[in-house]
């Protein structure tokens, strides 16, 4: 049996990731594959309440120490998230560490000193990222609610986001309609489970996870 694809959804505030994931999600089951929603920061936690009071302005953290605890958030779902995985299910997943390392780096901390807890992560699969100009997200229902939902910082974050793009990301103009977007990331998302059943059948074993987030860079 195949390994689940680990299927990434990235983007600023407001690109839609939210909306996406849960209309692919959908789509897939539909189609009759194991497939679950994962979300980052998991809010769910003892580590994702404190994200949660930082995010809403409950709390006040150090730049440093709240970089730490989104990786932390990260990684006390990778042991349950490779289970899933090597069982077969596809995991779709809202933001993850290029999110971290993007509005850390927007704050002004060191790109590198971001990127290194996170190193040994799962990589992803396929990369989807949702660019929105910030002057769209700001007409957006929402925006502004949370902490880091202003036109500078979104900005800088846009920037850092693409100077970790790789080759291997999938662009997708966040300005398109909601069906036209679901549309192109559902084709790519299935050519990428294709592939990897494909893989599987001629192989002896199957390439086990993609390790080593960041580790190329």
Known sequence: MARGRFILLEG???AGKSTQCAKLVAALQDKGHAVELCKFPDR??????MIHAYLTNAKELDDKAIHLLFSANRWEAMQQMKRKLRAGTH???DRYAYSGVAFSTAKGLDLTWCKNPDRGLVRPDLTFFLDLPTVEAEKRGGFGEERYENRELQEKVREVFLQLKSKEWVMIDARHSVPTMHHEILKVTEDKIREGERDAEFAEEDDGLLEDLFLDS
């Open 12 to 14: 600023c505030d407001r």
């Open 44 to 49: 769910t936690t003892t580590i994702g309440q």
């Open 91 to 93: 995991l779709i997943v």
